[in-house]
């Protein structure tokens, strides 16, 4: 058998595994009310159910890097599978939220395993197949993009008919078969480190390690509020973590994170500056406009989901189209050109201060997509690019580290902005702020430069 269905499988196995944390990160909003029912809980603490999976996936990933890289990406793809198929077997069966919300943490570590891994085995992958990298990668973000955006709907059809369990259940198969393809058709791992387990975990920074894990969580429970009287502690907690996380780097060998290494490589650090703004832009629309068609257009829910299909749709449709400009005309020029239509789509998001008619909002969804799909290949592209292959699975993490900030912000920014009510024309403010990312994020991308080493 040729190489290129064998990689084009293995690559269908890494889409699958890379969609189930975007898709279990949204379709999960749609069971609150249900959840609240079920364990007779009020609308704070039925919320961490949320926020488990936001702080675990954000912490984790960076983390499931750093062991692709040193212990091998698909034995480490496997585990991360094999765990999300035995917790969301068992987690039906919670008696209690609170083992519901351990079920998420751990799926979210499972499922935040599989973007890092899938990263570092693209190169290889590539070489197999005799084709670019934008190829497998341009798969792997169609897959994120588009779970992402249909995982209210799912989520919908599943609690309606099954209830909250089935968000759980639906994970088996996939996941399985995610493992099952990978397994079978991935290239093993080339030989990584090896040691006495003593040494390795010596090696292995753990105390840096649980630095960085524990000052991402205590600021972004800080920014997410999820604890109102200690906010402000958890801030500084956090902000204090911070600071010794870096004394720690600065001063062990080998770090978790090398931060002398990230210093000097300012394109990877204007690619996480990048997504981050670009995520913080997308999030205003896919998490605003949705309060904005219900409360102040009186739309149904499931008529809401469906007019955001678009978004999801369009940025599907122009993934293909955006890996073959940047095999053309390279990273920079389509990332400038993504952000550019980004910012002109956001502004257009103006007419809706005027009307929320469908045809209008089918129009500008679908409008926002095209630009999507576009930045968010060539971001990828430009992180792969700005790393070494022995560097790309902690590259990886730290990237959708990037996409959890900048929908964090969004989100504190959101409730901010809509905090004297949900109208067009607080929306019109929103509008502005979207505006003052894209220009931000269209500097940064000027600014961006592929390494030459």
Same mark, same amino acid.
């Not at 994120?144 to 609690?159: D, E, H, K, M, R």
């Not at 990978?182 to 990584?192: C, I, N």
């Not at 300012?266 to 690619?271: E, G, I, K, S």
């Not at 792969?384 to 912000?409: C, K, N």
């Given at each position: 058998?040729?190489?290129?269905?064998?990689?084009?499988?293995?690559?269908?196995?890494? @889409?699958?595994?890379?969609?189930?944390?975007?898709?279990?990160?949204?379709?999960?909003?749609? %069971?609150?009310?249900?959840?609240?029912?079920?364990?007779?809980?009020?609308?704070?603490?039925?919320?961490?159910?949320?926020?488990?999976?936001?702080?675990?996936?954000? %912490?984790?990933?960076?983390?499931?890097?750093?062991?692709?890289?040193?212990?091998?990406?698909?034995?480490?793809?496997?585990?991360?599978?094999?765990?999300?198929?035995?917790?969301?077997?068992?987690?039906?069966?919670?008696?209690?939220?609170?083992?519901?919300?351990?079920?998420?943490?751990?799926?979210?570590?499972?499922?935040? @395993?599989?973007?890092?891994?899938?990263?570092?085995?693209?190169?290889?992958?590539?070489?197999?197949?005799?084709?670019?990298?934008?190829?497998?990668?341009?798969?792997?973000?169609?897959?994120?993009?588009?779970?992402?955006?249909?995982?209210?709907?799912?989520?919908?059809?599943?609690? &309606?008919?099954?209830?909250?369990? %089935?968000?759980?259940?639906?994970?088996?198969?996939?996941?399985?078969? %995610?493992?099952?393809?990978?397994?079978?058709?991935?290239?093993?791992?080339?030989?990584?480190?090896?040691?006495?387990?003593?040494?390795?975990?010596?090696?292995?920074?753990?105390?840096?390690?649980?630095?960085?894990?524990?000052?991402?969580?205590?600021?972004?429970?800080?920014?997410?509020?999820?604890?109102?009287?200690?906010?402000?502690?958890?801030?500084?907690?956090?902000?204090?973590?911070?600071?010794?996380?870096?004394?720690?780097?600065?001063?062990?060998?080998?770090?978790?994170?090398?931060?002398?290494?990230?210093?000097?490589?300012?394109?990877?650090?204007?690619?996480?500056?990048?997504?981050?703004?670009?995520?913080?832009?997308?999030?205003?629309?896919?998490?605003?406009?949705?309060?904005?068609?219900?409360?102040?257009?009186?739309?149904?829910?499931?008529?809401?989901?469906?007019?955001?299909?678009?978004?999801?749709?369009? @940025?599907?449709?122009?993934?293909?189209?955006?890996?073959?400009?940047?095999?053309?005309?390279?990273?920079?020029?389509?990332?400038?050109?993504?952000?550019?239509?980004?910012?002109?789509?956001?502004?257009?998001?103006?007419?809706?201060?005027?009307?929320?008619?469908?045809?209008?909002?089918?129009?500008?969804?679908?409008?926002?997509?095209?630009?999507?799909?576009?930045? @968010?290949?060539? &971001?990828?592209?430009?992180?792969?690019?700005?790393?070494?292959?022995?560097?790309?699975?902690?590259?990886?993490?730290?990237?959708?580290?990037?996409?959890?900030?900048?929908?964090?912000?969004?989100?504190?920014?959101?409730?901010?902005?809509?905090?004297?009510?949900?109208?067009?024309?607080?929306?019109?403010?929103?509008?502005?702020?979207?505006?003052?990312?894209?220009?931000?994020?269209?500097?940064?991308?000027?600014?961006?430069?592929?390494?030459?080493?």
């Amino acid at each position: 058998m040729s190489n290129t269905p064998r990689t084009g499988l293995a690559v269908t196995g890494l @889409s699958l595994g890379t969609a189930l944390n975007p898709l279990n990160s949204s379709m999960i909003a749609v %069971a609150l009310v249900v959840l609240r029912a079920d364990f007779r809980l009020d609308v704070p603490t039925v919320t961490w159910v949320i926020t488990v999976f936001y702080l675990t996936s954000a %912490a984790g990933q960076p983390v499931m890097g750093r062991l692709a890289d040193r212990f091998g990406p698909r034995r480490l793809y496997l585990f991360g599978m094999a765990l999300v198929a035995v917790t969301c077997a068992l987690a039906p069966f919670s008696p209690n939220f609170l083992l519901v919300c351990v079920a998420r943490a751990f799926m979210a570590l499972g499922t935040a @395993s599989a973007y890092p891994c899938a990263v570092v085995m693209v190169g290889p992958l590539a070489r197999l197949a005799n084709v670019e990298s934008t190829r497998p990668l341009g798969r792997i973000q169609m897959s994120n993009t588009s779970a992402a955006a249909v995982g209210p709907v799912i989520g919908g059809v599943l609690v &309606s008919l099954l209830g909250w369990q %089935a968000l759980f259940l639906i994970n088996v198969p996939l996941s399985l078969a %995610a493992l099952f393809l990978v397994w079978k058709y991935a290239p093993a791992d080339t030989e990584r480190e090896r040691g006495k387990l003593s040494e390795l975990l010596r090696d292995s920074d753990i105390p840096g390690i649980l630095a960085f894990v524990g000052s991402l969580m205590l600021v972004m429970m800080s920014l997410l509020n999820v604890l109102p009287d200690l906010r402000w502690w958890l801030l500084a907690g956090g902000t204090l973590l911070a600071v010794l996380f870096v004394w720690r780097e600065l001063c062990f060998s080998p770090p978790f994170l090398d931060l002398r290494l990230l210093g000097r490589n300012r394109p990877l650090l204007l690619v996480y500056l990048g997504f981050a703004l670009f995520n913080g832009l997308y999030y205003f629309a896919f998490f605003g406009l949705p309060q904005l068609l219900e409360e102040a257009g009186g739309y149904d829910p499931g008529i809401v989901g469906l007019l955001m299909l678009p978004l999801a749709a369009m @940025s599907v449709v122009s993934t293909p189209f955006a890996v073959r400009a940047i095999e053309r005309f390279r990273v920079r020029r389509v990332l400038i050109a993504g952000v550019v239509l980004l910012t002109l789509a956001s502004g257009a998001m103006w007419f809706l201060t005027g009307s929320l008619a469908v045809p209008l909002v089918l129009a500008l969804t679908a409008l926002l997509g095209v630009p999507y799909g576009m930045v @968010s290949i060539a &971001s990828s592209q430009g992180m792969f690019v700005s790393t070494r292959p022995h560097e790309r699975g902690v590259a990886a993490g730290i990237y959708q580290t990037s996409r959890y900030l900048g929908a964090i912000t969004a989100t504190v920014l959101i409730g901010v902005l809509y905090g004297s009510g949900v109208t067009q024309a607080n929306w019109g403010s929103m509008v502005l702020v979207m505006l003052g990312l894209g220009a931000v994020a269209f500097v940064v991308a000027l600014l961006w430069r592929e390494r030459t080493e």
